[in-house]
């Protein structure tokens, strides 16, 4: 099991900044990879930002060049610097950690959650 902790979210005005902070706890070191989704009312969760163990990020277009996600393995815990925030970016973020299981029909994925963060975008 793996819990994960998110902090940092708020009311901003389009053009700030804001950082989430994600950690977890409990059984960390099967931990592949982690990262963050939003979602917003009506609409289906969609991936922001991922991050592997060795450090490789990847991002959906829209926030490319304006996000920044990080990993600090010694104190398990994720980041994602927001910058250039529009209305766009408005949803509650979700921090995501993804662990490798080992079954009878081969390797698997089990996904962890976060309980969620607002983010507010004001223009």
């Known amino acids: 099991q793996v819990q994960l902790v998110e902090s940092g979210g708020g009311l901003v005005q389009a053009g700030g900044s804001l950082r989430l902070s994600c950690v977890a706890s409990?059984?960390?070191?099967?931990?592949?990879?982690m990262g963050w989704y939003r979602q917003v009312p009506g609409k289906a969760r969609e991936l922001v930002s991922t991050?592997?163990?060795?450090?490789?990020?990847r991002y959906v277009d829209s926030v490319k060049g304006r996000f920044t996600i990080s990993r600090d393995n010694g104190k398990k815990t994720v980041y994602l610097q927001m910058n250039s925030l529009t209305p766009d970016d408005t949803a509650v973020y979700y921090c995501?950690?993804?662990?490798?299981?080992?079954?009878?029909?081969?390797?698997?994925?089990?996904?962890?959650w976060g309980q969620g963060t607002q983010v507010t975008v004001s223009s």
């Open positions: 409990g059984r960390t070191i099967d931990i592949m990879d």
């Open positions: 991050i592997n163990r060795a450090g490789t990020p």
């Open positions: 995501n950690a993804g662990v490798t299981t080992v079954g009878a029909s081969g390797f698997g994925r089990d996904d962890y």
